[in-house]
């Protein structure tokens, strides 16, 4: 069975770089915003509506676009469940391909019969507000606005992990490690993490 | 300033293993049960009464055993707050004196100013119960009676510190890192720890 990691995090927190050091230590597959892509392919929706549907609104809230002329039923009539559908399957197929690190959508959950590393990132608000800052420097928001979108996002985020998982985004009890950015740099933390992976794993045997 | 590293732990998780562990490996002081004993020496009050409050039960619900035939007043109407007292200086101290891991005691919260990492430690109950079987393999209990003893002492490790340090026990956003012993071994956390302790540390200038 592959390797598999996957990252789960408050928005803000720095896990998707976490992620991509992480891949690279290690020479593993990263996914991220492919999964969005490909989600988008199959079901024949808007990368945007697909995002959107993932990390920012719930469905139904505002008109679909269609990547194409021709439109799923089940995309018209619900949205949601035909990306988490298309989510699982994609999830399971990078899984199968190779030892992978994947962030967010879910797969700590849609790939545990992988016995996936699963880990969560978090920090202070502070600190994910002056991130914020540091990785758009050029968008003007007031630190008021900027808690009110990192709130929304994470309620979101919430929403559609629970409504999928029967489970609490974010608790603990549900992650083998919980990593806090505002006390430990997301590249030590990614080193650690490697350098963890890498000690306990079974070389394979070739046949 | 001194390193020092807090262990935080759900009973039978494994986190004093892995304090202990980690203290061998950075050659560091290590502070667990010596901390009641010097709290008992200090409050006069025995070493029983001492873990008692602690660990297992609130203060005044059963008699005050004295290890000294003069008791303090203080120790007499009050000895949780008596106990708290003695257990502040005597962990800053320690924390002055070399660099450090310890274990329990409201230590992530007592030793703030020393920029502690801080660290909790958990684990699935099945874990824990056979955590607990394979430590104590004489003990006869049934898993009912552990799982009750088990959230017994959890429920009043995590009342005291909530009592003195006004945050819940066992929340992420209070530790820098959370650790599922169900999924990572203890050596290897201990492991992991020690190595990325190592990697940040800054070499002393000696003077």
């Not at 990263?30 to 199959?42: G, M, P, Q, S």
């Not at 797969?107 to 992988?114: A, N, P, V």
């Amino acid at each position: 069975m592959n390797k598999v990691i996957t990252i789960s995090r408050e928005f803000g927190s720095g896990g998707r770089e976490l992620g991509r050091r992480l891949a690279e230590a290690l020479g593993f597959a990263y996914y991220d915003r492919e999964i969005v892509e490909e989600i988008a392919n199959r079901s024949e929706l808007s990368v945007h509506y697909v995002n959107d549907i993932l990390e920012h609104r719930p469905a139904f809230s505002f008109p679909i676009h269609t990547g194409t002329s021709f439109v799923m039923t089940e995309a018209i009539w619900n949205p949601t469940q035909t990306v988490y559908m298309a989510q699982c399957q994609i999830l399971k197929e990078m899984a199968e391909k190779s030892d992978c690190v994947v962030v967010g959508r879910c797969s700590d959950y849609i790939l545990r019969e992988f016995e996936p590393l699963s880990v969560f990132v978090y920090a202070r608000m502070q600190h994910r507000i002056e991130r914020c800052r540091e990785k758009r420097p050029d968008e003007e928001r007031t630190d008021r606005q900027l808690v009110r979108m990192i709130k929304n996002i994470d309620k979101h985020r919430a929403k559609y992990y629970e409504f999928f998982t029967a489970r609490k985004w974010g608790d603990k009890s549900h992650y083998d490690i919980c990593i806090n950015t505002s006390a430990i740099d997301v590249k030590d933390a990614a080193a650690m993490l490697a350098d963890y992976v890498k000690s306990t794993s079974t070389p394979k045997i070739s046949t």
